[in-house]
């Protein structure tokens, strides 16, 4: 993913895990993107929210686009509007 960065792109990795990254510093100096990454929290942190999902019934919201379209969804990320799903 790192190769498909846009100009001023930015890859954020989101893990639990322990499982290494194959990344070289050609990676990093392909251009101005930029990689950042955060940890999740441990398993008692993950039961918390898997609680709080159920208890509110809060679901995700997943929806898929082709690369061709990854603009139009990125727009549709940020969009402040609400948007009322049926499930």
Known sequence: MINGLGQDGELIIVTTSSYS???SAMDFMKGPGTVKGTLTGGAEEIQATINFS???DTRPMIESYPLD???EAYDK???P???SVQY
């Open 81 to 83: 509007s609400l948007i």
């Open 21 to 23: 990254l194959e990344l």
């Open 54 to 56: 159920v208890l509110t």
């Open 77 to 79: 990320m940020k969009s």
């Open 69 to 71: 379209r990854a603009s």
